[in-house]
């Protein structure tokens, strides 16, 4: 198991949450991680699966791609040194108010036959998997679990893990406090991943106003603004976070104390690149318009009834707005003896709806089971992982793209595309079965030298004349006696700009206990709890002046004793040279 830091830039940055241009970075709800787990066969195969609490798109920078790579890195090469002898198990259970379906109408497309299948029209079925060192124990819990990770707004400025995020530092968190008095040579490591999510969304609660939006187009007096979802801690977005992260931690908490299912066995993986789909001797291709009539039409056609607003396909400049191939991953089927069981990872690009995602997981099992390979013969389990490696917007089911709702809207290739992902996938899982190699097809494209960023550098940081880096601008209240679980504490920073070091795997606030010594201090919370956050700000726009706010809200479980706040950070100087700081409030207690 490995978890390392790739928290970016928490200043300056657009966010282009939902495309808001005016969504720029300007603090840390709680860090973003890279979580990996490793699974190997004695001296034989190994598999790595690597998940990051971010989704990128739209623009690049670079600092904030080498924190992402370095992450990623460094979470691989800790699990690498952590391998060890160990089982994993596996559990499944339905969590009922994490999700709803965000295009009902769409669903309603599908046939009648095929939904009296299914008790729900979304996914509410979480599986887990516990790993357990031979050694010391159970070392870490990943889950897959349909929900989108979008309980924080468009208008949100701190970056944060979300739902997702959240969840799996609440699992981690419960496991520290659970083992505190006992040795473990590692971190525990847990993670919350989503599997098809299109049509599954974490806002619980019905439009602004209260009256019903139009079933078929989520408009509320001809305008959608009204009917936007809304979480369960609305108007609260860090509520709605916590309530939606907290009701997966609790399921997987169940699911990890039950998990008795012990995976043996292979372990196994197939890759492949389709630089196009070819169904039925027929292309599926991009949304494209070209500059002949007759393909213009043709083009058309194919996409029906979806009007073609951008050619991504055909557009290249800076280079390919849509991708230029598509990687489908059957991640490591686990078998034990006796028994048979088997779990196999899907991995792909897309955001498959509900509907979509069953399509696809039954078609894989099917083929499966028919393989005749008797390790096939008992159940099979199949987790669809999607958002692997990159991003091809959307994929719904024929029906369902007729409706023409976002979803259907953005599935790039036409409404045969999840036709063409089941045709390859069903040869993924026969190379599978059959030991046999697949063709790896063409390489993603190297886009590093084509990239463009519009992000300026910091050139200074300055403070007003007499004033240090660090210094106290607001204190806390003299005498101030917090009260746990209710009250908040804030403190204002003379600061700088928090783009001259990300102080990763570090922290840009701190609060602290005072040992019984008077003397020591002890870092209890930091920018990685979600009790604490850390706000940055300019006075003007292109002023090189700010200054730092942390709030922190003492948690019930946080002990009675003297606290500070201490702020770190690093300031530029017109030559360029960077100086770390710190700087920390007046005590207070806390009750």
């Not at 989108?148 to 959240?166: E, F, P, Q, V, Y």
């Not at 055909?314 to 078998?335: C, D, Q």
């Not at 030991?435 to 940081?461: A, C, H, I, M, W």
């Not at 690093?570 to 960077?578: D, Q, R, Y």
Request: net charge negative.
């Amino acid at each position: 198991m490995g978890s390392y830091d790739i928290t970016s830039l928490a200043a300056d940055v657009n966010m282009m949450g939902y495309a808001n241009m005016e969504q720029v970075a300007s603090g840390i709800h709680f860090r973003l991680r890279a979580r990996t787990f490793i699974v190997s066969e004695p001296e034989g195969k190994r598999v790595v699966f690597v998940n990051i609490d971010a989704f990128t798109s739209l623009g690049y920078v670079r600092q904030s791609f080498d924190a992402l790579v370095d992450g990623i890195e460094n979470s691989i090469i800790q699990a690498h040194e952590n391998l060890r002898p160990g089982s994993v198990f596996i559990n499944k259970g339905e969590l009922l108010d994490a999700g709803v379906n965000r295009s009902p109408s769409a669903y309603l497309y599908n046939p009648s036959e095929e939904r009296s299948k299914h008790k729900y029209n979304v996914d509410k079925e979480m599986t887990l998997l516990k790993f357990v060192d031979g050694q010391w124990g159970p070392v870490g819990s990943f889950n897959w679990f349909a929900t989108h990770g979008t309980s924080m707004s468009r208008t949100n400025s701190l970056i944060s893990g979300d739902n997702k995020g959240a969840a799996a530092r609440f699992m981690e968190d419960w496991f520290e406090q659970d083992t505190a008095e006992r040795s473990y040579s590692e971190e525990f490591v847990s993670d919350a991943i989503p599997r098809r999510v299109s049509s599954v969304i974490e806002n619980l609660q019905d439009s602004h106003t209260g009256l019903p939006c139009d079933f078929n187009h989520s408009t509320c007096g001809g305008r959608n603004e009204l009917c936007y979802g809304r979480g369960p801690g609305y108007p609260d977005e860090f509520e709605s976070t916590r309530i939606i992260g907290e009701r997966q931690f609790k399921m997987a908490l169940d699911l990890f104390s039950k998990a008795s299912e012990q995976l043996r066995g292979k372990v196994d993986n197939r890759q492949m690149n389709l630089e196009h789909l070819i169904l039925h001797k027929e292309m599926i291709r991009y949304p494209s318009s070209l500059s002949h009539k007759y393909i213009i039409q043709e083009q058309m056609e194919s996409h029906y009834p979806k009007p073609i607003l951008l050619d991504t396909g055909e557009m290249t400049k800076p280079y390919e707005w849509a991708v230029s191939s598509l990687e489908l991953l059957s991640h490591f089927e686990i078998m034990t003896n006796g028994v048979m069981f088997n779990i196999t990872f899907l991995s792909f690009l897309s955001e498959f709806t509900t509907m979509a995602g069953r399509r696809l997981r039954d078609a894989v099992k099917r083929h499966l089971q028919s393989s005749g390979n008797i390790e096939m013969s008992g159940e099979i389990h199949i987790v669809i992982a999607g958002l692997g490696n990159g991003y091809s917007q959307y994929v719904t089911t024929f029906e369902e793209y007729q409706a023409q709702r976002y979803e259907g809207a953005s599935t790039l290739f036409g409404p045969h595309t999840l036709s063409g992902y089941i045709q390859e996938f069903k040869k993924l899982s026969k190379s599978l079965v059959l030991d046999r190699p697949v063709q790896p097809g063409p390489q993603p494209p190297d886009l590093l030298d084509k990239q463009v960023s519009f992000l300026t550098p910091v050139v200074v940081d300055t403070t007003p004349a007499g004033d240090s880096f660090g210094d106290v601008i607001s204190d806390v209240p003299k005498n101030l006696s917090l009260k746990r679980g209710n009250d908040l504490v804030t403190v204002v920073f003379q600061s700088a700009c928090p783009r001259n070091d990300l102080l990763t795997e570090g922290t840009f606030a701190l609060v602290e206990r005072l040992e019984r010594d008077d003397k020591t201090w002890t870092p209890v919370y930091d920018d990685d709890d979600l009790c604490l956050r850390f706000k940055w700000s300019r006075p003007k726009k292109l002023s090189s002046r700010s200054e730092a706010t942390v709030e922190w809200r003492g948690p019930e479980s946080a002990s009675r004793g003297v606290y500070r706040i201490t702020h770190f950070g690093a300031a530029k100087s017109l030559f360029g040279s960077v100086q770390h700081f710190t700087g920390s409030s007046s005590v207070f207690a806390v009750t």
